[in-house]
T-cell receptor, first 114, second 117 residues
Framework: GDSVTQMEGPVTLSEEAFLTINCTYTATGYPSLFWYVQYPGEGLQLLLK?????DKGSNKGFEATYRKETTSFHLEKGSVQVSDSAVYFCALSDPGSGTYKYIFGTGTRLKVLA | DVKVTQSSRYLVKRTGEKVFLECVQD?????MFWYRQDPGLGLRLIYF???????EKGDIPEGYSVSREKKERFSLILESASTNQTSMYLC????????????????FGPGTRLLVL
């Protein structure tokens, strides 16, 4: 079945460092891919998404490119801030598989130090 | 702004109690979801509803039931709470956009942290 694998955390960076959080997926059809962020004490909120191959999602300085050839959707940011400290979830939705489900990765905790 | 609200942020219950978690969304979304979030396991789907009175089991429905009598409200019921149901519970909603599943963004509530003693 469909699945999402993302890198284990926690990831600890200094302010202004470059961030990459890896995410790979398996899917039977042509999924949409999402990154959600969860700040402390809150629910998840959409960070960015891409609905087809080679699409790039971007928001708040974060970017991710839908790479069908490597089945990946890695999250990047050029210069992180303390306020980016949160848990990041990669997710997919594959309507072509005949299911309504959204599949989430296990989450990667990011801690940014001043 | 889309708003998904959950009835409680924190809840403490005793083993064997019946527990109701309520979720309300204000965007006329067709789909609503209940997840539980546990460290190292990510989000796991408990139940899903794609219309009023319609529901489907997710990956871990055992010990839970749901109710959707109105489009905006989706309730999760723990018939007889057990300690292994101590967890964070997240409600979400989304548009259907022509299909039950899809490419639509899910909008989440703030979560209910449930402790069963």
């Amino acid at each position: 079945g469909d699945s999402v694998t993302q890198m284990e955390g926690p990831v600890t960076l200094s302010e202004e460092a470059f961030l990459t959080i890896n995410c790979t997926y398996t899917a039977t059809g042509y999924p949409s891919l999402f990154w959600y962020v969860q700040y402390p004490g809150e629910g998840l909120q959409l960070l960015l998404k891409a609905t087809k191959a080679d699409d790039k999602g971007s928001n708040k300085g974060f970017e991710a490119t839908y790479r069908k050839e490597t089945t990946s959707f890695h999250l990047e940011k050029g210069s992180v801030q303390v306020s980016d400290s949160a848990v990041y979830f990669c997710a997919l939705s594959d309507p072509g598989s005949g299911t309504y489900k959204y599949i989430f990765g296990t989450g990667t905790r990011l801690k940014v130090l001043a | 702004d889309v708003k998904v609200t959950q009835s409680s942020r924190y809840l403490v219950k005793r083993t064997g109690e019946k527990v109701f978690l309520e979720c309300v969304q204000d965007m006329d979304h067709e789909n609503m979801f209940w997840y539980r979030q546990d460290p190292g396991l990510g989000l796991r789907l408990i139940y899903f509803s794609y219309d009023v009175k319609m529901k489907e089991k997710g990956d871990i429905p055992e010990g839970y039931s749901v109710s959707r009598e109105k489009k905006e409200r989706f309730s999760l019921i723990l018939e007889s709470a057990s300690t292994n149901q101590t967890s964070m519970y997240l409600c979400a909603s989304s548009f259907q956009a022509g299909g039950r599943g899809g490419r639509e963004t899910q909008y989440f509530g703030p979560g209910t942290r449930l402790l069963v003693l």
